[in-house]
């Protein structure tokens, strides 16, 4: 049974930092893509950041330069350390993972609620 897990979210004011992470387990973690998303209130859920198997990233283009996905497949983790924050930043958070070679992400958190106050 895979199950993804996410801790990290919380208040945090403008121009502040969180630093978000999900334990996977269940799966075999280097053979797997993951991704962050978020979804904001009345808006559709959005990928902000990507991490291959092989560890190649990609980003929201209003989070680069600010957000930095890794991973730890020693640990089966995968982090987005979110520096700078901004208002509309706030969301709920997911951890998804996508087998590779595989065009959609299968395996989802349940997610972590992230408000950054003005």
């Known amino acids: 049974q895979v199950q993804l897990v996410e801790s990290g979210g919380g208040l945090v004011q403008a121009g502040g930092s969180l630093r978000l992470s999900c334990a996977a387990s269940?799966?075999?973690?280097?053979?797997?893509?993951m991704g962050w998303y978020r979804q904001a209130p009345g808006k559709e859920r959005e990928l902000v950041a990507a991490i291959s198997s092989g560890g190649s990233t990609s980003y929201l283009d209003s989070v680069k330069g600010r957000f930095t996905i890794s991973r730890d497949n020693a640990k089966n983790t995968v982090s987005l350390q979110m520096n700078s924050l901004k208002t509309e930043d706030t969301a709920v958070y997911y951890c998804a993972a996508r087998e590779a070679g595989i065009g959609s992400y299968s395996y989802w958190g349940q997610g972590t609620q992230v408000f950054v106050s003005s």
């Open positions: 269940g799966l075999t973690f280097g053979r797997y893509a």
